[in-house]
């Protein structure tokens, strides 16, 4: 019996040991089925360019409230600390690439624990966790619009929660104004216009395209044409720019007439990267195509009161406007002075006229002068002499496509002659017995070009100079010769003359002022030279040679 009583009794230990075993396992799974949570408390800014800052925090707990203390041999095993979770927050965005934020952002907020005491039930431990982190890597990549961060904390992967905020990256916003003009003619090119904004708060950064549409009934009802796309250059935030096309209508009737911005086509996207991609077109205006033909020449049915250029309403018609235009020439005149043109000019419009001065070439592209109503026009003359033309051209004030242009006007520039200065007096003709001098001057200070007239009075003036007598010699050496001696007298003569005149009983060679000649006269012979007037002498004794008789 003993023996029975000490089996029972170990029977017993073991079901006590056995059921302290459930209770572990049970206490054990309970604090592993406890609901902690996370929570995103706030993600900054709500609406984000660059980057956005993430908050929140976790908790959890344990709780005994049904196991009573004192009721061995019950064990209890509380969680006491936190190590167990991980202190890492792994965060997503639109449940892509998870990232992970900083382990410093995470930081225990509280634990506590209560161990078993009887009575009162246990409490077990509490935790928490707070975390911020900013994402200022990943956030700009996005685009713009709404996005989902997922926050989950530790090792639990069920530790998550996920909130929303926006993207709003500065982007321009391109939109096409409704076109005009709102009326045309059949088989007449009309140009549209639309004024393409950029209502966005960035330029565009590069030029995009922008085309037109032409539907064939109202409000873009029936068939929708598209005309070929434009190019316009880059368009910075809050800016506009005019985008213009051409079109004929091939009949009357209503269409419908809309642009689109950053399009090529309504197939074809755009190439700028908008904030909103869905306002690119303008809305459909009505067009209203008149027949092409008016009955009295008018070029805007239905009104009929429009002309074509070069035609004006005469009469109730439209009549071609004929100008024509006279001009006075020829013309002559100095160089810089102002010419008058006068001209006479008329048209049928009775609008009158106004006219400019064109050079000789006609260059429309650069008048001489600007429109004016009367005559004459005045312009200033070439600065150089020579021949020059002009015309004058008119106009028609009702239709300035209505011009004529005058027969050609000569003006002749021409410089009169001036004198120079005098020169200065040249050699006198003559060295002593009074001479003249000269001097010179020439129609030079300006030479006369063009016609124009030379210089009045004479170009020469003399005056006399070397007034005083001029002085002549003449001598004879030896002055007496024994006749049949057959010796020569040598004349010499001499004279301030420039030359000399007249000679006697010799001849002067080559009318020298002075010189020497041997004479050998067979009488007494006197001898004269007269040089600038004045005369001198010399004579030579010839005596007859003694006769001696021997006795």
Known sequence: MKKNILISLKFLSLLFVFAGLLLLKSSVAFAQDADPSVNIQSVSPSSADTQITVSGGATGGESTTDVRCGHAPYILMP?????????TVNYSIDGGTVFSAPAATVSVTGQSSNVCSSPTPAVGIQWGYSFSFTDSTHVAALSNGTHTVEACLGTWGSLCDTATFIVSHPLPDLTANPVTPTSAIASIATTFSSTISNIGNASTGG?????????TATGGGGTITDLASTSMSTLASGATNTATKSYTFPSSGTYSVRACADKTSSAGGGVINESNENNNCGAWVDVTVNPATCSNGATNPLACTTCAAGSAMIGGMCTPVSVS??????????PSTNVSFAYSANTN???????????????????LTSYQANSPITYSSASVAGTYAYYVECRDKTTTSATATSNQIIVNVYVNGGWSGWSGWGTCSMSCGGGTQTATRTCTHPAP????QGCSGSDTESQS?????????????????VSGSGISS???????APYCTKSTNFTLPNDNPSGSLAVTPTSTTTYSVTCGGVSATATVSVKKKPIYIEH
Do not use: H, K
């Open 79 to 87: 969680i006491t600390t936190v190590t167990q979770l991980s202190t």
């Open 207 to 215: 030029s995009f395209s922008n085309f037109f549409q032409i539907a």
């Open 325 to 334: 235009v006279s001009a006075t020439t020829p013309y002559s005149t100095t």
């Open 349 to 367: 419009s009775n609008a009158g006229t106004e006219c400019r001065l064109l050079n000789y070439n006609q260059d429309t592209n650069n008048p």
């Open 449 to 452: 070009q063009n016609g124009g």
């Open 465 to 481: 100079c070397n007034v005083q007598a001029c002085t002549t010699s003449l001598t004879a050496n030896p002055a007496n010769l």
């Open 490 to 496: 040598m004349l010499s003569w001499s004279s301030t």
